[in-house]
């Protein structure tokens, strides 16, 4: 027994000297190899000693630093003064274990990349060979993702078929017209409800106590037998607006998504220009509890940051090419809305419109066509770029006895329709909530009149409201009014008497 105790202290002794030497050969600032560092902010360098304790320093661009630390607490941060766009840079560190360097550093612009399976899916899993783009990876070295040993550079067909492809095609757009380095950061997962991106104190705050109200009533009603019990099946009113297709949509307190650590920490400690985000997939059908949670999700962030920090994000697509869409993509339209009054109401966001963009499936392959028109917005909202990148928006509704005059905002050199034809998928209603097809003539740039003969004193329109649109309403750069309705109806009542 006490030569087999020797045996394992040797053999202890053995891994532990191993282990040791192996992590001293580990530079303490390997991540930041081809990293991209945010312009116009202080910069934060954060790292781990390699010695048991002491100083170090840390050299960035003609300044050093120095940081103390010890066995126990081995992480270091130093800042460095905000810079311009530039590169490439060196960074070295020195502690009483040698000098460690990271090189190929640039200050650009980071965007932090949020969202489920559709912003986080790689290339390779989107196209075919065929449909690479020639030559793509090598215009782009400066288009970089954090990888497991320092950033990845956008730079041969190799790695970008391994980047999730709506960041990858953004953060591109924005080199081509900028000509800086973007860094983005995928902090995604796929499957996510809107609930796991927001944190456990978000839901027990003040703000979100109706919300809970109506979700434990709703809940109730579903475990007292209401709601179907078939899987699946979510066809029944009260279903669409407050469950999925699988459970009422009411989690476990605490229940968060592990992605949001690091959303929380690119956030709050590491400085970014912004979020892109595209979510609600999974909560199609939850409309009615979306838009609390959404506000509150913005509202946090920005508040994180501690800085102006815009928002952008997608609407939910189309996921269909077949008119009317299918059955389980019922409660889409509410989502939508709810999606279209949280951007227009809550300060620096803006909501990407891409119904227009048909595919197939729950996971679009275009996603040049989404990664585009998300960066065309920040280029026209956040860089000033003179280029079209608003959509029109819904403004008002004005009775006029039989007819309804609808008035738009932000339309530029005016509504059109792509085809030249009138305007298509306008559904006009009466007092009585009945919404049927109507008539839409264009009467100038930023208004459109309205009318149906089965509806002789119109006061509610709704416009796009079906799982897949087909549309022709559009402003300049072909960019499509978004899905909208001018009533406050509630969506999905109970049925009477229960």
């Given at each position: 027994?006490?030569?087999?105790n020797?045996?394992?202290?040797?053999?202890l002794?053995?891994l532990l000297?191993?282990?040791?030497?192996?992590?001293?050969g580990?530079?303490?600032?390997?991540?930041y190899?081809?990293?991209?560092?945010?312009r116009?902010?202080?910069?934060?360098?954060?790292?781990?000693?390699?010695?048991?304790s002491?100083?170090?320093?840390?050299?960035f661009?003609g300044?050093?630093r120095?940081?103390?630390?010890s066995?126990?607490?081995?992480r270091?941060?130093?800042e460095?003064?905000?810079?311009?766009?530039?590169?490439?840079?060196?960074l070295?560190?020195?502690d009483?274990?040698g000098?460690?360097?990271?090189?190929d550093?640039?200050?650009?612009?980071?965007?932090?990349?949020?969202?489920?399976?559709?912003?986080?899916?790689?290339m390779?899993?989107?196209?075919?060979?065929?449909?690479?783009e020639p030559?793509?990876?090598?215009?782009?070295?400066l288009?970089?993702?954090?990888?497991?040993?320092?950033?990845?550079?956008?730079?041969?067909?190799?790695?970008?078929?391994?980047m999730?492809?709506?960041p990858?095609y953004?953060?591109?757009?924005?080199?081509?017209?900028l000509?800086i380095a973007i860094?983005l950061?995928?902090a995604?997962a796929g499957?996510t409800s809107l609930?796991?991106?927001?944190?456990t104190?978000?839901?027990?705050?003040?703000?979100?106590?109706?919300f809970?109200e109506v979700?434990?009533?709703?809940?109730?009603?579903?475990k007292?037998?209401?709601?179907?019990?078939k899987?699946?099946?979510n066809?029944?009113?009260?279903?669409?607006?407050?469950?999925s297709?699988?459970?009422?949509y009411f989690p476990?307190?605490?229940?968060?998504n592990?992605?949001?650590i690091?959303l929380?920490e690119?956030v709050s400690?590491?400085?970014s220009?912004?979020?892109?985000?595209?979510q609600?997939?999974?909560?199609?059908?939850?409309a009615?509890?979306y838009?609390y949670?959404?506000r509150?999700?913005?509202?946090?962030?920005?508040?994180?940051?501690?800085?102006e920090?815009?928002f952008?994000?997608?609407?939910l697509p189309?996921y269909?090419d077949q008119?009317g869409g299918k059955t389980?993509?019922?409660g889409?339209v509410g989502l939508?809305?709810a999606?279209?009054k949280?951007?227009e109401?809550?300060k620096n966001?803006?909501?990407?419109?891409?119904?227009?963009i048909?595919?197939?499936?729950?996971?679009p392959?275009?996603?040049q066509?989404?990664?585009?028109?998300?960066?065309?917005a920040?280029l026209?909202?956040?860089?000033?770029?003179e280029?079209?990148?608003?959509?029109?928006k819904f403004?008002?509704?004005?009775a006029k006895?039989?007819?309804l005059?609808?008035?738009f905002?932000?339309?530029?050199?005016?509504?059109?329709?792509?085809?030249?034809?009138a305007?298509?998928?306008?559904t006009?209603?009466?007092?009585?909530?009945?919404f049927?097809p109507?008539?839409?003539v264009?009467?100038d740039?930023?208004t459109?009149?309205?009318?149906s003969?089965?509806?002789?004193?119109?006061v509610a329109v709704r416009?796009?409201w079906?799982?897949?649109?087909?549309?022709?309403?559009?402003?300049p750069g072909e960019?499509p009014v978004s899905?909208f309705r001018?009533d406050d109806?509630?969506?999905?009542?109970?049925p009477?008497?229960?």
């Amino acid at each position: 027994m006490k030569n087999l105790n020797v045996m394992r202290f040797v053999c202890l002794a053995f891994l532990l000297c191993t282990t040791l030497v192996e992590a001293a050969g580990v530079s303490p600032i390997q991540s930041y190899n081809h990293a991209v560092l945010q312009r116009g902010l202080p910069i934060v360098i954060n790292g781990r000693a390699k010695g048991r304790s002491g100083d170090l320093t840390v050299t960035f661009n003609g300044e050093t630093r120095t940081a103390t630390y010890s066995y126990r607490k081995s992480r270091f941060s130093v800042e460095f003064p905000a810079m311009e766009a530039g590169g490439p840079y060196i960074l070295e560190v020195t502690d009483n274990t040698g000098t460690y360097q990271a090189e190929d550093i640039h200050v650009g612009d980071i965007w932090v990349c949020v969202g489920q399976s559709n912003m986080m899916f790689p290339m390779t899993k989107m196209h075919k060979d065929a449909t690479w783009e020639p030559a793509a990876g090598d215009q782009y070295p400066l288009v970089r993702m954090p990888g497991k040993n320092g950033w990845r550079k956008s730079d041969s067909i190799d790695v970008i078929k391994h980047m999730p492809g709506t960041p990858y095609y953004f953060g591109r757009e924005l080199h081509r017209e900028l000509n800086i380095a973007i860094g983005l950061i995928p902090a995604g997962a796929g499957g996510t409800s809107l609930w796991e991106w927001t944190p456990t104190e978000v839901h027990e705050s003040e703000e979100l106590k109706p919300f809970f109200e109506v979700m434990q009533s709703r809940v109730q009603y579903w475990k007292e037998g209401h709601l179907p019990n078939k899987a699946g099946v979510n066809d029944y009113p009260p279903a669409k607006g407050f469950s999925s297709t699988r459970y009422p949509y009411f989690p476990k307190k605490g229940y968060a998504n592990p992605g949001l650590i690091r959303l929380e920490e690119w956030v709050s400690k590491r400085p970014s220009r912004g979020i892109v985000f595209w979510q609600g997939e999974n909560d199609i059908g939850m409309a009615a509890n979306y838009e609390y949670l959404f506000r509150a999700l913005i509202q946090r962030y920005q508040a994180k940051a501690g800085r102006e920090f815009p928002f952008f994000f997608i609407q939910l697509p189309t996921y269909t090419d077949q008119p009317g869409g299918k059955t389980k993509y019922d409660g889409i339209v509410g989502l939508r809305d709810a999606q279209r009054k949280v951007a227009e109401t809550e300060k620096n966001v803006e909501m990407v419109v891409t119904y227009d963009i048909y595919s197939r499936g729950i996971h679009p392959a275009k996603k040049q066509e989404y990664g585009i028109r998300l960066a065309r917005a920040v280029l026209g909202k956040v860089y000033g770029k003179e280029i079209d990148w608003m959509h029109p928006k819904f403004d008002r509704v004005e009775a006029k006895g039989p007819k309804l005059l609808v008035h738009f905002r932000d339309v530029g050199s005016g509504l059109k329709t792509r085809d030249g034809t009138a305007p298509l998928d306008f559904t006009i209603a009466g007092t009585d909530q009945n919404f049927v097809p109507a008539s839409a003539v264009l009467v100038d740039g930023d208004t459109l009149e309205l009318h149906s003969p089965d509806v002789t004193a119109p006061v509610a329109v709704r416009y796009a409201w079906q799982n897949s649109p087909k549309t022709n309403l559009v402003g300049p750069g072909e960019l499509p009014v978004s899905p909208f309705r001018s009533d406050d109806w509630e969506l999905y009542p109970l049925p009477e008497g229960e």
